[in-house]
């Protein structure tokens, strides 16, 4: 009989109220929104998108400097000698230079494939896989890159993009406020429409 009477008695201490476990919800509640408050995963998203964006410039600008070496002139020039600049525009398989020359990505990368039918006489360098081309040329939500170059062959060669996350944004400003060089695309500064709110793309180099 007291083996019976203590069972249930042990039992009863082992468990745990109903109110016990609402009390530990809801601590674990709690310290679940402190931390994803300090980790902040929105910021923490569209930084990693970002340092995809530089990435994806610094393989474009390692391309074009490779081609330049090779042949003596930028991808969207005909030939030697034609004005090596070119206007703030979007890097895409729709960006050509010179009329009737193949698109600037194909020359870059692989010809087959190229809508014009004057790519059939060139060959491309193949200085960027196939698979870089169609990611951007801004399909879905890419963060397409905008590409310039001044008037000269010896100016720089800017790929800008828009910074999504604070940090990177951060960068721009910084990077603004210490001076800019000469043939810096003025399109990069105070441009909200292809730079975000801020109006500051991140240009590398």
Request: with cysteine; net charge negative.
């Amino acid at each position: 009989m007291q083996i019976k009477s203590f069972c249930p008695r042990l039992r009863k201490q082992l468990g745990f109220t109903m109110i016990e476990l609402l009390i530990v919800i809801a601590i674990l509640g709690i310290l679940a929104v402190a931390v994803l408050s300090a980790i902040n995963p929105i910021e923490q998203i569209n930084r990693g998108r970002d340092t995809g964006s530089r990435s994806d410039a610094e393989q474009l600008i390692s391309a074009i400097d490779r081609y330049y070496a090779m042949t003596g002139y930028y991808p969207w020039n005909a030939t030697v000698g034609d004005a090596p600049d070119l206007a703030w525009q979007e890097v895409g398989t729709g960006l050509v230079g010179a009329e009737g020359m193949c698109p600037v990505l194909y020359r870059l990368s692989d010809m087959a494939g190229a809508p014009s039918p004057d790519c059939d006489a060139e060959v491309g360098t193949q200085e960027l896989k196939v698979s870089y081309v169609n990611k951007v040329d801004k399909t879905g939500t890419y963060n397409s890159l905008m590409i310039y170059h001044a008037n000269n062959s010896y100016d720089s060669t800017y790929v800008c993009f828009s910074p999504q996350s604070n940090a990177f944004q951060q960068e721009a400003a910084e990077r603004f406020a210490t001076g800019l060089p000469e043939d810096y695309p003025a399109d990069a500064v105070d441009n909200t429409e292809d730079c975000g709110s801020e109006g500051n793309c991140i240009c590398l180099p």
